[in-house]
């Protein structure tokens, strides 16, 4: 099969502009009928098949995209996500999009409402967004309504918005997954502690939010209320919570599990494997690069993944689609919930570097 014919070049044969066959192509109307029937012949000819490579819209406009996510440094969660996004700019690198990218704290809603600010400063084309705050998040969309300026959400969604795309886990689905693994490798008669990460601010993480109502739920249902401890930590004072978490430890010998509901777990882990607390099962989230490496020495028994790069790859293909096809579907896609250990993580291709 010979390569496919470009817009161009279908112009060219079928007599008419550029612009006139993507209208074509697109069913966007303003095209005589004689002009039409001499564009869709050719395209039935030659078997077109429409390819997002292919549009000559984008060789005439250039299109600005935002990408807003919490910080990271290197080897963490949205690091994974980030370079799904620029897997994906950079296969569609014909396309005519210039990224910008804007972090934020995620334990800081003000950091998140300064950034907020910045995006619509910028007023760009297309947004994608890791929100981490749902009420700043929302006043955020609808601003975004208004403008008529498409988002798509990585990693969460937010009730009450309108994006042209959502990818996430189902998050009370892993909160409770963590108290039931945890539960399979303590033991129904033993506690779990729950480790709560401090935040600046009144707002809660609307992920963490829904993973701490699925554990609670479980926790119910299967009649552990009173077996679960909890205990907040903060990472900028370590020494404080590594104090605090021995001393939870000590009055309370019946915990042999440990839950952390974000991607900190090696936080936790270190701080137990620096007392030799080794018989304590850890469970957590995300293959960020610490996680993994306590994952490998035994310190946490268990991560949960949400394939970070697939959900950034598939946000920005996403956005095109909106932009150059404006195509009018929405994706919405629930990931997969990946179980990881020590003895399958060699085959997890999603490992940070």
């Keep these: 099969m010979g390569r496919q014919l470009t817009i161009k070049e279908i112009a060219a044969r079928a ?7 993507d209208r074509v192509l697109h069913n966007r109307g303003k095209v005589s009928p004689d002009k039409e029937e001499k564009v869709r012949a050719i395209l039935d000819e030659i078997d077109f098949k429409l390819n997002i490579h292919t549009s000559v819209i984008s060789i005439k406009k250039n299109y600005e995209l935002v990408i807003c996510t919490p910080e990271y440094s290197q080897g963490e969660y949205w690091g ?4 799904g996004i620029k897997s994906a700019l950079d296969e569609f690198n014909d396309l005519s999009i210039v990224s910008t990218h804007i972090t934020y704290d995620q334990f800081d809603a003000n950091s998140c409402h300064k950034a907020y600010a910045q995006i619509l400063k910028q007023n760009p084309d297309a947004i994608i967004l890791g929100p981490i705050f749902e009420q700043e998040t929302r006043s955020l969309c609808q601003d975004l309504d208004n403008r008529g300026i ?3 959400f990585v990693d969460s969604t937010i009730e009450g918005t309108n994006p042209i795309a959502s990818l996430m886990a189902d998050q009370p689905a ?3 997954l963590i108290c039931r693994l945890l539960e399979s490798f303590t033991g129904t008669d033993n506690e779990i502690l729950l480790c709560r990460p401090k935040q600046a601010g009144s707002e809660q993480s609307y992920n963490y939010s829904k993973r701490l109502n699925g554990f609670y739920d479980y926790v119910k249902e299967t009649g552990r209320t009173g077996k679960v401890k909890e205990l907040f930590f903060s990472m900028d004072d370590s020494e404080a919570s590594a104090q ?4 939870v430890l000590k009055q309370n010998p019946g915990i042999k599990g440990v839950a952390i509901l974000n991607s900190r ?8 494997a620096e007392h030799g607390l080794k018989d304590i099962k850890v469970a957590s989230f995300d293959l960020s690069y610490n996680n993994v490496r306590c994952l490998k020495n035994g310190s946490i028994s268990v ?3 949400q394939r970070p790069m697939t959900q950034g790859f598939i946000s920005v293909r996403a956005i095109i689609e909106q932009l150059i096809y404006r195509k009018k579907e929405k994706t919405f896609i629930k990931m997969p919930i990946d179980i990881l250990m020590k003895d399958n993580l060699p085959f997890y291709k999603d490992l940070p570097l």
């Design 265 to 272: 777990g090696y936080f936790i882990a270190d701080i137990l």
């Design 150 to 152: 498409p988002y798509a």
């Design 244 to 247: 605090a978490v021995i001393s």
């Design 15 to 21: 007599g008419v502009s550029s612009g006139t066959v």
């Design 303 to 305: 991560l949960l993944s």
């Design 174 to 176: 892993g909160g409770r």
């Design 80 to 83: 994974a996500i980030d370079s």
